[in-house]
């Protein structure tokens, strides 16, 4: 194929996809490109993932996924001082963890909508481009803020048994 | 209906029900340009941050404060400062990297958006704390709390978007740091005045002192530091708004492409609802306003209705935020035809306006005169002048007769005097009027108890626990009287569920020690008082119990000390009696600290008498003499008993303790006493004869 028939050819979507992806994610491409391809490709996936298991509010955090992040958080926190929630608090206070053991998958979802919307949004691809960087990409101050949740919630866990609970609202 | 709003569930969107209306405000703010998903973002980053600064002073249990920080610190240190810092490290590092942060406006939005997210979690942790009396709590700080640290937010994120236009980057962080101190300090003020208010810490003198300078009440002073710090925030967010549409900022129009908008949206954005919000907030805040205005003017002390003025600020700032920065284009002149029609239209309103206020306006204002007379009753009794606080109290019923607040502490207030007869007329007029509050009836099972009518305490306390049965006070409350009417079965089972409720409660660890020491159980009764004391370190009335059954265990050392602590807090002569005890077991001159003690007692109420006579002044005769009633007389014969017994007269005691066993009442301490010192007796006589035997 000629320079000329490849500058003229539409451009492959897959590929470009496929590089967006790589802006967003920036670090560690290799977990989550496999996750992107399959649901490319119509199919339903799942990794497991650990960081996000172990450290959920930090990881979700590096990662500038506020909304889970704040679900991490404060789940916890409410379903164990709402009373309302009775003695299903402690075993609700578990659901972020669920959440977290998907990050992965979250995380590629939500770049693939977040992408979606910056496409159709700025028609010029250099400025689309940067967005997509910015959108993307990893905090690191994020990740220390996580770091303090965890160290303080580890400490409040270990005094009182509590999945980072406070049996009573502070 | 009132099952429903006395729910758990029904507390939670009201607590997030501030939320959705300050929102709408930042929206507009935003002229229909900010980005909904920057919000959500910003939220969420609030929410973490708030966690986050809830999980790091979880350690220091600020709530029972352990540690025993002082009402400045946990203002300043734990409160104001941290709390702003946790805003503005979310507003610079997680923020303003945003990708949907695109010029200043976003950034300060958005910082508002991240305030208001940390305040409505707080905002649901409070409300949920607050049992029943959530709705109350949910108004007050809709009001002035969740607004406050909005426009604290909206203030930092002006901070960090001025800064970021420093030529400079270290030239931006003095400012960021100047804006924080500036923040930290205006939100630890408005912290401190409530935590006093409240009467969460005890106010340290220099506030009394300041409050002297300045010739206010300490309450007075402390409400006007609180509105002073909601009105400098609010009049900061307002100028960082005004200063947003002009250089070197760019001003932000509202999109011209209107036609995509939903209809929902332009009614939303719609001066027209602006403007209807405004009024909606600004009318009755402005009515307040002026009414508190015109008490401080017109009635003496009259400033203690500032707490009125306190929840008209914030409202009135979204108002003129409403209409000072509209997303759309003033309205078009209107036609003169119209605009007669306006001003004949306002004279009339004013007309009917003057005649409702003439008509109608007359209870409410003598509620408010009730009101504010009960504020200057309640700062009498917290100066321990009760017969005043009476006064005041007699003239806020004077103005309304079913003034709940002004009953209930009349009521307390006569209980205070001792006048039983007169606190239980209050309690019973409160419980006509409100027969489903459960603290009424707990008070008047109080004023039930000081009259030893057992069953009236319990059958209060039967009704009241049916209203609340998750308070495990009332529980203990109850299971105190099942013992004192000899029912130990059902004082069990009460004290269980207490327990069950509230394993920290002070009353149920109080209850329960005595309880175990009903059954002989001394070391488990210390326990209880130990795991009362641990939780709450300044619970001076365990310290009391704590201190009697140190000296019913021949430890008088560490009786003495816990007597003095617990008589440093506790008003009346008891503790001092039994730290003269204490003394004299130790072997010490008891006689100096307690005559001391007698000298600063300022009316000659029982047990006077007693002190006296321990002091060598009158006989053990004449302070018995002095008693007025059968409880005084009881009393009487267990400490001329107590003393004997220091002094090794055992036999000449014992018939004093045997008498105060028999004649006082179940829930006296003398009763108690004179049972543990019998015990004691008992015990050593018997080992004195096996020794004797061997």
Known sequence: MSETESA????????????????????????????????????????????????????????????????????????????????????LAYAPALAAISGRRLYVGGARRTIA?????????????????????????????????????????????????????? | MNAFLASPFAAQPAALLVGLLLAWLVMRLGRGAFPLRLFGAAMSIGAVMGTLILFLETPFELHANPHGFSPFTIAFVFAGLPEEAAKMIGVY???????????SHDLVLAAASLALGFALLENMLYISAA???????????????????????????????????SASRLG??????????????????????????????AAPPVVGRVANGLGLAPATMLYALMLGALAVICVMALVSLWRLDRPPFLRIERATNRAAETRSVRVLLSRGAGVVAAVALIAPSLIALVISGAFAYLVDQGFALLWVAVGAVCPIAAGVMLLAFPPSPPFKRMPLAWRRGLGWGSVLAAGLALFAVERWGQQPFRDMLAASQTVRGVESDLKGDHEAAIR?????????????????????????????????ADFDQAILLRPDNPELLFQRSEIHRNLH?????????????????????????RAQAHMEVRDIAKAQSDIAQSERLGPRDPMMLRVMSVLLLEHGDIEGAMQALDADLQANPNDAAALFSRGRLWLYQQEPGKAAMDFERSGQVLTFLYPSLWRFLAGARLGEDPAPELATKLSAATDAKWPLPVARYYLGKITAAEARAAATTDDERCEADFYAAEWMLEQGKTEPARPGLETAAEECPVDFIEYEGARAELRRLDHEAKAAAAAAAK
């Open chain 1, 8 to 91: 003229m050819s539409p451009p492959d979507p897959e590929a470009s996809e496929r590089r967006d992806m790589a802006l967003f994610t920036q670090r560690n491409l290799e977990k989550f490109l496999p996750l992107h391809d399959t649901i490319a490709a119509g199919r339903s996936a799942f990794s497991v993932c650990w960081p996000g298991l172990v450290f959920p509010q930090a990881w979700f955090l590096y990662r500038k996924m506020y909304g889970w992040a704040a679900f991490a958080c404060v789940t916890p926190l409410l379903v164990t001082s709402i009373h309302a929630f009775g003695g299903y608090g402690n075993v």
């Open chain 2, 93 to 103: 590092f997680l923020l303003r990297p945003y990708y949907l942060n695109r010029n």
């Open chain 1, 117 to 170: 919307r910056i496409r159709a949004a700025e028609p010029d691809e250099a400025a689309a481009e940067d967005v997509i960087r910015r959108a993307g990409g990893v905090s690191i101050a994020g990740a220390v803020i996580g770091a303090l949740f965890f160290i303080a919630a580890v400490s409040i866990g270990s005094r009182t048994g509590v999945y980072v609970g406070l049996k009573t609202a502070p």
């Open chain 2, 453 to 477: 009518q057992a069953w009236a305490v319990i059958a209060d306390l039967d009704r009241a626990i049916e209203i609340a049965p998750t308070s495990s006070s009332l529980w203990a409350a």
């Open chain 2, 131 to 165: 049992g029943e009396n959530w709705g109350r709590l949910a108004l007050t700080r809709a009001l002035t709390a969740v607004p406050f640290h909005m426009f604290l937010g909206l203030s930092g994120g002006y901070a960090i978007a001025r800064a970021d236009l």
């Open chain 2, 392 to 424: 005041a109290y007699d003239r806020a019923l004077a103005n309304n007769p079913d003034f709940i607040d002004a009953l209930a502490k009349r009521g307390a207030a006569n209980a205070n005097l001792e006048k039983f007869d007169l606190a239980l």
């Open chain 2, 172 to 201: 931006r962080w003095p400012r960021i740091l100047a804006a924080w101190a500036g923040l930290g300090i205006l939100h630890a003020a408005y912290d401190l005045s409530l935590f006093l208010l409240k009467g969460e810490a």
